[in-house]
Nanobody, 129 residues
Framework: QVQLVESGGGSVQVGGSLRLSCAASRVTSRSRECVGWFRQVPGKEREGVASIYTDSGSTYYSGFVKGRFTISQEIAKNTVYLQMNGLKPDDTAMYYC?????????????????????WGQGTQVTVSS
């Protein structure tokens, strides 16, 4: 398994932006795996936000963030980012980074938490109106 450390969360107002970072302990591009961002609010299930296949750079987005969030990677730093623009109060959640150990196209559902076996500790995002 890979060690993942998220950072970049914080409090912003509606319409603001944040960039989350997920630093990996191994070279995820060489491991050719699906790395995803998930979020969770108390009392609700964890939901997939966006994923990236570290080999090709192919990206996947949930419908509720498409057009507002962008997932990307910086191979030299073993880091995956989530750029979040146009933030809404509904985006308030704990955001987690996760690695699957497999290519995205091998997963039944790239947005299912059960497909990922390494998780970070999370970073809180709070959007206020």
């Amino acid at each position: 398994q890979v060690q993942l450390v998220e950072s970049g969360g914080g409090s912003v107002q509606v319409g603001g932006s944040l960039r989350l970072s997920c630093a990996a302990s191994r070279v995820t591009s060489r491991s050719r795996e699906c790395v995803g961002w998930f979020r969770q609010v108390p009392g609700k299930e964890r939901e997939g936000v966006a994923s990236i296949y570290t080999d090709s750079g192919s990206t996947y987005y949930s419908g509720f963030v498409k057009g507002r969030f962008t997932i990307s990677q910086e191979i030299a730093k073993n880091t995956v980012y989530l750029q979040m623009n146009g933030l809404k109060p509904d985006d308030t959640a704990m955001y987690y980074c996760a690695a699957s150990g497999r290519a995205c196209y091998y997963l039944n559902d790239v947005f299912s938490p059960s497909e990922y076996n390494s998780w970070g500790q999370g970073t809180q995002v709070t959007v206020s109106s």
